[in-house]
Nanobody, 123 residues
């Protein structure tokens, strides 16, 4: 089992920045690929970004490419999501996820999930 806990959500104005963090515990963190997803009210869950176990590969959804950055620190058991140029349509609950397989895209099905952190982009 891997336990995940997100933090860093909040209210930010359009064009602003926010950094989310996800802390993992329970198993060897470097054995897991990590990803971020989000779910807006009334919408389906959306894959945002993923990073491989050693951090050598990253992948982004088109909707966030160039604005969001996923990174990990295997010594600290954390994965972060840096978000810049935020838009109102980025408003959602954001979740980190872990899996032994590096998966990307809308069909990515990760095994372990955090509880989520809310991000609201509004003036």
């Amino acid at each position: 089992q891997v336990q995940l806990r997100e933090s860093g959500g909040g209210l930010v104005q359009p064009g602003g920045s926010l950094r989310l963090s996800c802390a993992a515990s329970g198993r060897t963190f470097s054995n897991y690929a990590m990803a971020w997803f989000r779910q807006a009210p009334g919408k389906e869950r959306e894959f945002i970004a993923a990073i491989s176990r050693a951090g050598l590969r990253t992948y982004y959804a088109d909707s966030v490419k160039g604005r969001f950055t996923i990174s990990r620190d295997n010594a600290k058991n954390t994965v972060d999501l840096g978000m810049n140029s935020l838009k109102p349509e980025d408003t959602a609950d954001y979740y980190c996820a872990a899996d032994s397989v590096f998966m990307t895209g809308p069909l990515a099905d990760y095994d372990y999930w955090g509880q989520g952190t809310q991000v609201t982009v509004s003036s």
